[in-house]
């Protein structure tokens, strides 16, 4: 069974730092895109950043570039967000994702709240 | 910046067929696009519906079905039932590497 386990959310002040992670399971990391994918409170889903099975590539919306860096460990077969210089509307639910474009699977998603 | 563009929202009677489009800002929909199509309930996780423009996810019931027509790709639901009353959203894999969501399609069954 594809599992994809979150953790490291919670509250952060605006500017501070935050490291999310994503624990998975069930299939072949090393084979697949990974990707997060946020939702703000009431809002739409927005596509925030992925990186290619063999973490070679590294892409990222606009609104995070240079903020935010994504990264994985086939070792552990988990991936990660490090997420700097917080700002009040990152405010969302974060969801690890395993590849939009083959077989999407999607973690339970971790709040994070950006508030002073 | 590629922007995505979905009906806000679709009323339909229990029974009825019903087609959801996504289109790109910057052209076309192709299958290198890969298509994709989730569908939400407020409060949930995300749940695949479709990728790959056509390919449905492994349980959905096949009432769901994807593909392209004109420029767009489409996602059609034959025969709704109360149970599909939800957010739908698309989203499309870009040659940048980027990905992007639509905004959502709210579906009322009335």
């Known amino acids: 069974e594809v599992q994809l386990v979150e953790s490291g959310g919670g509250l952060v002040q605006p500017g501070g730092s935050l490291r999310l992670s994503c624990a998975t399971s069930?299939?072949?990391?090393?084979?697949?895109?990974m990707n997060w994918v946020r939702q703000a409170p009431g809002k739409g889903l927005e596509w925030v950043a992925n990186?290619?099975?063999?973490?070679?590539?590294?892409y990222y919306a606009e609104s995070v570039q240079g903020r935010f860096t994504i990264s994985r460990d086939s070792a552990q077969n988990s991936v990660s967000l490090q997420m700097n210089s917080l700002r009040v509307d990152d405010t969302a639910v974060y969801f690890c994702t395993r590849a939009l474009t083959t077989a999407p699977h999607w973690g339970q998603g971790i709040l994070v709240i950006v508030s002073s | 910046q590629t922007v995505v563009t979905q009906e806000p929202s679709f009323s339909v009677s229990p029974g009825e067929t019903v087609t959801l489009t996504c289109a790109l800002s910057s052209g076309p929909v192709s299958s290198t696009h890969y298509p994709s199509w989730y569908q939400q309930t407020p409060g949930q996780t995300p749940r695949t519906l479709v990728y790959s423009t056509n390919t449905r996810s492994s349980g959905v019931p096949d009432r769901f079905s994807g593909s392209r027509v004109g420029n767009k790709a489409v996602l059609t639901i034959t025969g709704v039932q109360a149970e599909d009353e939800s957010d739908y959203f698309c989203?499309?894999?870009?040659?940048?590497?980027?990905?992007?969501f639509g905004g959502g399609t709210k579906l009322t069954v009335l």
């Open positions: 989203a499309f894999y870009l040659p940048s590497g980027l990905s992007v």
């Open positions: 990186i290619k099975p063999d973490g070679s590539g590294k």
């Open positions: 069930g299939f072949s990391f090393s084979s697949y895109w």
